[in-house]
């Protein structure tokens, strides 16, 4: 299983290649301005980290998704053309995170132009709140010559995670760290909630993994909540709080084993509210 704090803080390590693969030189921009964060106590960082060490990644759910049989659907993805709307780091952030979720879903689906297209606006996000110098050149060399090989490209992501999180770690970034993270699970969540036929809603097989998420989300509520002084933050955590309200799968899920269902309108409140929070974060 890939090594999960987030798929969403390792795909950063992939975003450098795109803008060494032009031939001709560019002035080099001024450094980005990077808002500062809350500071977390060493208990507050050890603490977050436990909740979300273990959390499944958005390269995971994809890989589900595609396991069950959804069909590659480019019409479910953060358009590329929406980058410019983020302005705050904040937005970014969070954009990243989602921008990161499809990666992954192109990338498992070998769809190689769409994967390069959503790489270049993670490099792009990745460079504008201060990420780009986190990782070396060894890396972006590795994932421009395994672009096209899945499996090799899958298996650079998940080896980039010490390095992504000991930096986060180091810099006290705990919110860019839960921000992106927490972005990726929504992209995940609401790529699995649209996965059936037409963009429709996914069989019960899915239904029954995304009931599995109940804890994950949880533990994303609780680490949000333990960072002050950022609204979008804040915010956040509210939508997703609410949902935690409606996914609960002991109040969704019929019967066990094989012959395991859902109950159809109360899973429907839940994807109405993974779409309601994926709109918000991506407007």
């Not at 050149?137 to 390095?163: G, K, P």
């Amino acid at each position: 299983m890939i090594k999960s704090i987030a798929y969403a803080l390792s795909i950063i390590t992939i975003v450098g290649f795109l803008a060494s693969c032009g031939s001709e030189q560019k002035p080099a921009a001024p450094d980005p301005v990077v808002e500062s964060e809350p500071e977390m106590t060493e208990a507050d960082l050890a603490e977050a980290d436990a909740m979300i060490q273990n959390m499944p990644s958005p390269i995971e759910m994809a890989i589900l998704v595609k396991h069950a049989g959804g069909e590659y659907n480019p019409n479910l993805l953060n358009d590329v053309k929406n980058l410019d709307k983020y302005v705050t780091n904040g937005k970014k952030t969070l954009n990243m995170g989602i921008y990161s979720s499809d990666v992954g879903y192109t990338s498992l689906y070998k769809q190689t132009q769409e994967t390069v297209f959503y790489l270049n606006n993670v490099r792009k996000l990745s460079d504008d709140i201060g990420l780009s110098d986190a990782f070396d050149q060894s890396m972006f060399d590795r994932v421009e010559a395994n672009i096209e090989n899945r499996d090799s490209l899958l298996q650079i992501l998940s080896s980039s995670y010490d390095l992504a999180n000991q930096y986060l770690k180091e810099n006290n970034r705990m919110n860019t760290s839960v921000l992106m993270l927490a972005g990726g699970w929504l992209e995940s969540m609401y790529l699995a909630a649209n996965l059936g036929e037409g963009g429709g809603r996914p069989q019960d097989i899915i239904s029954l993994r995304i009931l599995e998420q109940e804890k994950v989300l949880s533990k994303i509520v609780v680490a949000m909540k333990m960072i002050d002084d950022d609204p979008l933050v804040t915010e956040f955590a509210s939508k997703l709080e609410e949902l935690s309200t409606v996914l609960v799968a002991k109040n969704i899920r019929i019967g066990e084993g094989e012959d395991a269902s859902v109950d159809a309108e109360k899973m429907e409140e839940v994807y109405i509210l993974v779409d309601e929070i994926r709109a918000w974060a991506v407007a």
